[in-house]
């Protein structure tokens, strides 16, 4: 049974940084696309971050220069690095996987729809 726990959420003030992790366990992750999405109240899911089994990697345009997608297969964890945080990062993260999404191959933005498996989420709250 697949499993994705997320950790490391919490209040910061607009410019500070959180790292966030996903614990996941219950499949061969070896060729699973790993993914963190985002959830602000009365908007759509939208694609933050991912990263593929060959460490492609794709960022939303929002994030890119601020946020750092990564990895060790070694503990099973993926990891989101924010930095510069503002109020417009308030929102639930959420961790994905799916054993068939393709960074290289998918046009356009991260697609929400294309990850199978979820986790609970974590709160961010950036204060301004």
């Known amino acids: 049974q697949v499993q994705l726990v997320e950790s490391g959420g919490g209040s910061v003030q607009a410019g500070g940084s959180l790292r966030l992790s996903c614990e996941y366990s219950?499949?061969?992750?070896?060729?699973?696309?790993m993914g963190w999405f985002r959830q602000a109240p009365g908007k759509e899911r939208e694609g933050v971050a991912v990263i593929d089994f060959d460490n492609s990697e794709k960022y939303a345009d929002s994030v890119k220069g601020r946020f750092t997608i990564s990895q060790d297969r070694a503990k099973n964890t993926l990891y989101l690095q924010m930095n510069r945080l503002g109020p417009e990062d308030t929102a639930v993260y959420y961790c994905?996987?799916?054993?068939?999404?393709?960074?290289?191959?998918?046009?356009?933005?991260?697609?929400?729809?294309?990850?199978?498996?979820w986790g609970q989420g974590t709160q961010v709250t950036v204060s301004s």
């Open positions: 994905a996987a799916d054993p068939f999404y393709r960074v290289r191959y998918v046009p356009g933005g991260i697609q929400a729809t294309g990850f199978t498996y």
């Open positions: 219950g499949y061969d992750y070896s060729t699973m696309c």
